[in-house]
């Protein structure tokens, strides 16, 4: 999310280690009350706060060091950082991709290995029916059960999660 903010990797990482530390502090005193707000929406701000305060930093440094536009004839470094507008698509989409590989991780620990296998060869990684038979040495019909199965399995962890945070 960082990244996408308009952060180089430096200051990405800066953001990741302080939002940690952040959360790491809250976290004695920590209750969570569902009618205050989600986990989600709460790491959000929290997230959203170490961005905004990396942007102010470049800003105020930015100010200090280059010259003004009509001097150099150049767009001052302010004007080409990205405004952190659109973080909440960010954050949800992240957060959904975070989702989807905890709620896999549980899922795949669940399922006969060779059901995976087939799970993630076909839908995972996208193969043509055709070769994942080929592959595997199974039917088209065992191929569709695993992925129906699994799938079904997911949606199932991801909701679980969902209402966990």
Excluded: C
Aim: aromatic share 8%.
């Amino acid at each position: 999310m960082a990244l996408r903010s308009g952060l180089n990797e430096t200051e990405a990482q800066e953001v990741v280690q302080e939002t940690v530390i952040s959360v790491s502090k809250h976290m004695p005193d920590f209750h969570y009350d569902r009618a205050k707000g989600s986990f989600k929406g709460w790491l959000l701000q929290m997230t959203k706060w170490r961005i905004t305060d990396h942007l102010r930093r470049r800003r105020r440094e930015a100010d200090l060091h280059v010259r003004p536009r009509e001097e150099t004839g150049l767009t001052s470094t302010l004007e080409r950082v990205p405004d952190p507008v659109g973080m909440d698509a960010v954050w949800d989409e992240e957060w959904q991709k975070n989702l989807f590989t905890a709620a896999l991780g549980q899922v795949k620990t669940s399922v006969k290995p060779r059901h995976y296998q087939v799970f993630d060869l076909y839908v995972l990684r996208k193969w043509p029916i055709a070769k994942v038979t080929a592959a595997l040495g199974v039917n088209i019909g065992q191929v569709y059960l695993a992925k129906h199965r699994i799938t079904l399995a997911l949606k199932k962890e991801i909701k679980r999660l969902e209402h966990r945070y």
